[in-house]
């Protein structure tokens, strides 16, 4: 079977430095037992971390990959130059979401201290980062403030102003869990969406991670503003944030695509079995059988995703759109009739062929940019450093 190319549209590839942690943790408990191991990384752990994540991705069929990176280590921002050459060995498309935290815990935030960035210097290198490497095609670069509790507004305001005078698209965390929602709830009396308005935020220029806690009327809202969800199932069952409305965000007009999340919350690591999981946890939540499909769930993750991001060129399988391809291995597809609902609801599977514009980055379910085996060794050796 032939699809287009996966769109993993929400991941942090340097968290895969930190699997294993927090196995029983909520969002905020696991974000603050990680923020200070997370602390002490340094720019080449991230470069090793995005190698075998990319990697991972890559062999499970997906093509573009949005990573949203947070940690700048001791303000070094040549991390997001690792990152774009990290994309560059494995060959696959990357949206390059320069994150932000400048809201540390003396100032009433969640991350410590000597995780935090100035707001100036995070402006100055957002310039820098998209100067760099935006080429609008193979590394697109986005704006992306972490979430509302580790930013402060002046930087959620400024962020938004910096991507539309370059035309880039936003990218935070919003509605997760119901922590959030109170966090926000207590410091400025609004739900995170309100919020969200009042900072200039809710434009069709805006997808968003996880979006789970909407009410009716922000559902609409936010489908009425042409807005973006990337659904990170597994990640959200892990942490038990919640369970994302799909159906009814995507029958209000909001893009919803599906995120991987960081290996850190789904060490899976791989796109193709986020597909078996959003239709479970889709239909979990409507307590309907059908209330989501095979094809809506490949849909999700092609089509779905690349809308998320803004890239019309992508997601089909159509004349005029890129050549991002994937060849599924057919062994076990043969016996049943819909191939679609094999790929969607059996076993996981890895790519057996995977093109990106047309060339080969997965040939007979080898990567080719770089041996895996290798990449694995020298994360290991790094991960291992970190070991309490
Ligand atoms: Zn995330």
Redesign the pocket.
């Known amino acids: 079977m032939i699809t287009a190319g996966l769109v993993n549209t929400?991941h942090?590839l340097f968290q895969w430095m930190t699997r294993g942690r927090c196995v029983g943790c909520n969002l905020f408990d696991w974000l603050t037992e990680l923020y200070p191991v997370w602390g002490r990384l340094e720019v080449e752990d991230v470069h090793a971390a995005a190698l075998v994540g990319l990697a991972e991705l890559a062999r499970s069929g997906c093509t573009t990959a949005a990573d949203?990176h947070y940690l700048v280590p001791r303000g070094d921002d040549t991390v997001f130059d690792a990152l774009a050459e990290a994309a560059t060995t494995i060959g696959i498309r990357l949206h390059l979401a320069r994150g932000s935290m400048d809201l540390g815990e003396s100032s009433g935030g969640l991350p410590p201290d000597h995780v935090v960035e100035d707001l100036d210097a995070i402006l100055a290198s957002t310039e820098s980062v998209i100067e760099r490497h935006h080429d609008g095609e193979r590394i697109v670069v986005t704006v992306a403030p972490c979430s509302p509790f580790s930013v402060t507004p002046e930087l959620m305001r400024e962020s938004a102003a910096l991507a539309r005078r370059h035309g880039l698209k936003l990218h935070t965390?919003l509605a997760e869990t119901l922590d959030e929602e109170r966090d926000a709830l207590e410091r400025f009396g609004k739900r995170p969406v309100d919020l969200l308005d009042d900072l200039g935020w809710i434009e069709g220029d805006l997808w968003v991670?996880h979006g789970i806690h909407f009410d009716d009327a922000e559902v609409d809202r936010l489908g009425a503003a042409g807005f973006g969800v990337a659904h990170c199932p597994s990640s959200n069952a892990r942490l038990a944030a919640g369970m994302c409305r799909v159906v009814d965000l995507e029958a209000a007009g909001v893009s919803v695509g599906l995120g991987v999340?960081?290996a850190a919350s789904n060490e899976v690591g791989a796109l193709q079995s986020e597909l078996r999981q959003a239709l479970y946890t889709a239909r979990q939540r409507a307590l309907r059988a059908d209330a989501l499909m095979p094809p809506d769930a490949l849909r999700l993750a092609t089509e779905g995703g690349a809308r998320c991001l803004g890239r019309d060129d992508l997601g089909r399988l159509e004349p005029g759109l890129r050549a991002d391809v994937v060849v599924w291995p057919g062994d076990d597809l043969r016996d049943i009739a819909d191939p679609v609902a094999g790929l969607v609801l059996g076993p996981d599977r890895l790519a057996r062929h995977v093109f990106v514009g047309g060339g080969a980055v997965v040939r007979d379910g080898e990567l080719l940019g770089a041996d895996l085996a290798a990449l694995r060794g020298n994360l290991a050796g790094r991960a291992r450093r970190l070991w309490p």
Do not use: E, N
């Open positions: 929400h942090h949203h965390h991670a999340d960081g």
